[in-house]
């Protein structure tokens, strides 16, 4: 079903034109040529089917602001900066190298620096991206509620009174999987193989340390089973992604400035990263620090050092899997690793190592499944309408299971097919890979239970 969205260029006004950091880059904005070979790529465009709600659109508006044509406080303008998912799938299949990503994150940027805002709303992004993402020790506290909530019998009784639903709730319950029983700490684990070739550095982060430690272990495994000896640099924070995206880029900048120091004290080695969305954020840490002199070569060097750990895989020839996998999966492209990294030919690469493993190629499997960092959270219509048509292509193949390679795309496909019925595993590449190295099953066998709670909800 089409979403309408308001778009009457009648009520567009004069004229706040951008101003201070952070401006969107005019040669950026004048690089599109208004080709429009991006628009059947975009998720918005695909759904509304509104010239606004495109790329070639939003770029339209980006550069109506530059030129004094648009109000930078116009609500059309705001609705379709946030609109966008962010998810870059524009910016691959551009034949003008318009980098959009940096655009709309800019366009946000003057918005929450020249927009009024109510005190709540101030209040709930302070707390929500600076005071819980922006501090480990208090993120993971957080995450240490969710679990005792998961485990001490809580959610069950909740989940029955049904006090979720009218609270709109019952939803974000449905994609969290069950959180991880033992968080990964940075200096606490290490892998080592018995004569290691490389040194690898894990980038943590604050979802995959956490609710997904274990993956994170089977990364820090399946690296040493090739090769590298592993640790998890201390002194990490979050990447910074969400603030970017939130338009709060000196809450990013600051940081990135801490995570580069921190990985500055383990110098040799790449970093690792097994969320999509983190890595491409760490990899552009020299363009988000571009502009301070102290600090542009060091975010150069550290972004020069990360890899996602299937790019880490695939770039050595990959020690032989020798367990049968004996499953039929089908693989979602997280945005930020096939439209951001154009990582898309090393996590098939893995999983068609495997032996036993059938992989099936689902209609779209590049497209947004609507999670977008915490988009699924605050634009639940046109989220859960792009998770349902992905739900959709996986239950037209024969797959059991989704692989991907980013936490918020598995929470996301996790509450999807569990709304439509499905009842497919979400697992991660290096989860499948772990188990073919003789690990533990990351996925229950089919129709069982989860490692440590129940199968998804269905509504
Ligand atoms: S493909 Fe590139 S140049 Fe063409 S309309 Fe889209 S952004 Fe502009
Ligand atoms: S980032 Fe994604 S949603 Fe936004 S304009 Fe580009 S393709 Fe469309």
């Avoid at 090393?346 to 190629?361: F, K, M, N, S, Y």
Wanted: glycine residues 8%; proline residues 7%.
């Amino acid at each position: 079903m089409a979403v309408a969205y308001e778009t009457d260029l009648a009520k567009l006004g004069t004229l706040t034109g951008y101003s201070g950091p952070d401006q969107p880059d005019d040669d950026l904005l004048r690089a599109c040529v208004h080709c429009g070979m991006c628009l059947p790529s975009c998720p918005t465009y695909r759904l509304t089917g509104q010239e606004m709600s495109s790329p070639r659109g939003r770029l339209w508006l980006m550069r109506g602001v530059a030129d004094g044509r648009l109000d930078l406080l116009d609500p059309i303008f705001d609705e379709q900066m946030y609109q966008c998912l962010n998810c870059r799938a524009c910016e691959a299949v551009c034949p003008s190298g318009v980098h959009y990503g940096p655009l709309v994150e800019a366009a946000r940027s003057q918005l929450e620096r020249h927009r009024p805002r109510p005190v709540w709303q101030r209040v709930l992004r302070r707390v929500a991206l600076g005071g819980v993402f922006g501090d480990q020790r208090v993120f993971r506290a957080v995450v240490g509620g969710l679990r005792l909530y998961q485990r001490s019998g809580l959610a069950a009784l909740v989940r029955r009174t049904g006090v979720l639903k009218p609270l709109k709730l019952a939803e974000t319950e449905r994609m969290m999987p069950p959180v991880a029983a033992r968080f990964l700490r940075p200096g606490a684990e290490r892998w080592t193989p018995s004569s290691p070739a490389r040194a690898v550095r894990l980038f943590n982060g604050c979802v995959m340390g956490t609710v997904f430690a274990d993956t994170n272990r089977a990364a820090g495994r399946v690296l040493a089973h090739n090769g590298a000896a592993v640790d998890v640099p201390v002194g990490q924070q979050c990447c910074g992604a969400l603030h970017v995206h939130a338009g709060m880029m000196d809450e990013a900048r600051a940081l990135a400035k801490t995570n580069i120091a921190a990985f500055e004290a383990a110098p040799d080695g790449e970093i690792a990263v097994t969320a999509a969305g983190c890595g491409a954020a760490l990899k552009e840490y020299g363009f988000l620090l571009k502009d301070d002199p102290a600090w542009a070569e060091r975010a150069r060097a550290f972004a020069d050092r990360v890899r996602d750990v299937t790019e880490l895989l695939a770039d050595r020839p990959l020690a032989v899997p020798t367990q049968a996998v004996d499953r039929i999966v089908t693989y979602q492209e997280p945005c930020h690793l096939a439209h951001a990294q154009r990582i898309t030919a090393q996590p098939r690469a893995i999983l068609d190592a495997i032996p036993g493993l059938t992989l099936v190629e689902m209609r779209e499997s590049s497209l947004c499944c609507g999670s977008a960092g915490i988009y699924n959270l605050i634009r639940r219509e046109m989220a859960e309408e792009l998770g349902d048509r992905k739900a959709r292509h996986v239950l037209e193949t024969p797959a059991t299971a989704v692989v991907t390679a980013n936490p918020g795309c598995a929470m996301q496909l996790r509450a999807s097919l569990a709304r439509n019925g499905s009842a497919a595993s979400v697992v991660h590449v290096v989860e499948v890979l772990d188990e073919a190295y003789g690990g533990s099953a990351a996925w229950p066998p089919e129709g069982g239970r989860e490692p440590g709670g129940s199968r998804p909800q269905r509504p």
